[in-house]
């Protein structure tokens, strides 16, 4: 298989010496490396594999084992990287880490569309696929409760009238971000939407969500449901009249000078951005890039509060980076309360997830065994994830195609706990202890 690994590589320490040494497949790289200095804390986020997506299980932060062995001791972060691209874990990735203060690693690898042979960069969009949930929606539902306009306990009968005199008028606005409404995970609505008009088939969505049946009563499991967040698009969209990409792009990313942070807009397509290639999709009969993966967010212009938004690494994790400093009064860049912001973090039902997060599972999660408890993160389908340590004030990120040609590749799934526990090992070696008051219990609404 073709490879093209790493454009660019900044590395913290012992590790950079490591690196040097590697042995590696003949022609397997080409690559610059730039010394970092290692300053801070430093310890990783825990991933998990909590997106299913539908073709994985639909387990909390399971399924992924403690990692394969052989490739938890190739020793290095470098090494083990270009070794996934080697053997098609995924065709190509970006992999950062960082904490509060700066990144400490950021690396691009391998291709970015196989089939044009084009290297990734640092600055290539990956289809973020359920990072759209915390990364988007999660921070949208913040603003609202922070200006008054919602709270936790709203019910969708509040909000929407077409819930009103149903099973589900009183889901509320927690039991959707912590996938306890009873909703069902996923439903084929883009196959019947698709015969629509385009201007008809967000109206037609909502009445097929405001009739679908629950199968759970409200609160009592946890279900990992897209329908859950296309509900919370759909009552952020009634308060702002506003679209969700808008509205999220107006309080947080433009701000932060977030311009790689996006939903690609079908009808104003972006240009001069290098995309990364996605599946040859079978349904759509093309190569996508630059197209949502997820079929009902497409089908439905490619916005939606379970999928649809892109992005960089390096922007993910200013947004993460900001979300860390805004659980104190001292920085707060996203301007919102930090006991607001703690409540958000924390684990929030019985089913172990937070608000509009995921957490580590106790074993066998695709973080890795290195992760504090104190950690949030969330995965997405196409091969992306992130990983905070609050207790540390950590950031891992990996954003990969792994669904590129084809979404049967699941190879990511031995790869993830063993790429975090290599990082977390790189990290702890410079680690500075640091207690951020932010953990504390007592610091929330």
């Avoid at 690559?31 to 387990?59: C, F, H, P, T």
């Avoid at 589900?168 to 069902?184: D, V, W, Y």
Wanted: aromatic share 6%; net charge negative; hydrophobic share 40%.
């Amino acid at each position: 298989m073709p490879c093209a690994p790493l454009t660019c590589c900044t590395l913290l320490g012992a590790e950079q010496d490591i690196a040097g040494k590697a042995l590696l497949p003949p022609g397997s790289l080409n690559r610059k490396l730039r010394e970092g200095a290692l300053s801070g804390r430093g310890d990783w986020e825990n991933g998990m594999d909590k997106d299913i997506d539908y073709d994985n299980d639909n387990e909390k932060d399971k399924d992924e084992g403690k990692g394969d062995p052989e490739v938890r001791d190739s020793g290095s972060v470098t090494a083990m990287m270009e070794r996934a691209v080697v053997t098609g874990v995924f065709p190509g990735a970006v992999l950062l880490a960082g904490d509060r203060t700066a990144m400490r690693y950021e690396a691009a690898f391998g291709l970015a569309d196989r089939f044009a042979q084009e290297p990734t960069r640092l600055d290539t969009v990956y289809d973020l696929a359920s990072l759209t949930k915390p990364l988007a929606t999660t921070l949208a539902v913040m603003a609202l409760v922070a200006e008054g306009k919602i709270r936790l306990d709203t019910t969708a009968g509040e909000l929407l009238p077409a819930f009103r005199g149903t099973e589900k008028e009183a889901i509320q606005i927690r039991h959707l971000m912590c996938h306890r409404s009873g909703l069902p995970a996923l439903r084929p609505y883009h196959l019947e939407l698709v015969s629509l008009a385009p201007e008809n088939r967000r109206a037609a969505l909502h009445r097929m969500l405001a009739a679908e049946p629950l199968e759970h009563p409200i609160g009592t499991e946890t279900l990992y449901s897209d329908l859950g967040f296309m509900i919370l698009c759909w009552m952020i969209e009634e308060i702002t009249h506003l679209r969700l990409d808008r509205f999220v792009h107006d309080r947080f990313y433009a701000p932060l000078g977030l311009d790689r942070l996006f939903f690609p807009d079908p009808a104003h397509p972006p240009k001069d951005i290098s995309f990364a290639a996605a599946e040859q999709c079978p349904w759509r009969k093309r190569l996508l890039r630059g197209s949502v993966s997820d079929e009902n967010a497409w089908v439905t212009g490619g916005i939606n509060g379970h999928a649809g938004l892109f992005g960089t690494a390096g922007n993910v994790y200013r947004l993460l980076q900001a979300l860390l400093q805004s659980r104190t009064e001292e920085e707060n860049p996203l301007r919102l309360p930090p006991a607001l912001v703690a409540t958000f973090l924390s684990p929030d039902s019985p089913g172990g997830r937070a608000l509009g997060f995921d957490t580590p599972s106790r074993t066998g999660s695709s973080s890795g065994t290195r992760f504090s408890r104190h950690s949030v993160g969330h995965l997405g389908f196409t091969g992306t994830s992130f990983w905070m340590d609050l207790e540390r004030g950590l950031i891992v990120i990996l954003l990969s195609n792994r669904v590129h040609p084809s979404r049967e590749n699941n190879a990511i799934r031995l790869f993830r706990p063993a790429i975090h526990d290599a990082v977390m090992d790189m990290l702890l070696k410079s680690h500075q202890p640091f207690k951020d008051q932010a953990t504390d219990p007592e610091n929330k609404i």
